[in-house]
């Protein structure tokens, strides 16, 4: 019997990972960087692990890459995004066996109300030159080849 992600992310987050671990054999996954004219990017904060990180998660069956982009976005910082652009594919093999991700840009947005949840704890736009001390290196390290044209790696 199959299993609905939300189901998971409802009744208890700590599961969620874990399962999708053993229960799938390679996993997909989307980031979104979303840049404001202001030299601002959005970073997230999950209430089950630590860092600011750029907001995405798990491609469901049956939806896009640049769907389940869009709807991460809004699910996790009342960002309704338009025009995604692919900025790469990437591994993240060692944390987080058989799993990929993809990163996208996105620089044309609005914004909806949006609170706190059980798995966002906060949402909010930074400078892309102070970002918080916690912000993940794979988040880092996307931001500084979307923003500064660094090497792109192959790992998240």
Request: aromatic residues 8%; neutral net charge.
């Amino acid at each position: 019997m199959g299993f609905k992600s939300g189901f998971f992310k409802v009744a208890n987050l700590t599961v969620q990972q874990p399962l999708a671990r053993i229960t799938r054999g390679m996993t997909l996954g989307a980031r979104v960087a979303v840049l404001d004219d202001q030299g601002q990017v959005m970073l997230v904060q999950h209430t089950y692990s630590p860092g600011w990180i750029l907001p995405g998660g798990g491609v469901e069956k049956g939806e896009t890459l640049v769907a389940a982009a869009l709807r991460e976005i809004r699910e996790e910082a009342g960002i309704i995004g338009e025009a995604p652009v692919l900025h790469g594919i990437f591994s993240n093999e060692p944390a987080f066996r058989g799993d990929h991700v993809a990163c996208f840009v996105v620089r044309k947005f609005s914004r909806a109300a949006w609170k706190p949840n059980m798995e966002i704890a906060a949402a909010q736009f930074f400078a892309v030159a102070d970002l918080p001390e916690a912000t993940t290196g794979g988040t880092r390290r996307r931001l500084a080849e979307i923003i500064h044209g660094a090497a792109i790696s192959e790992m998240w």
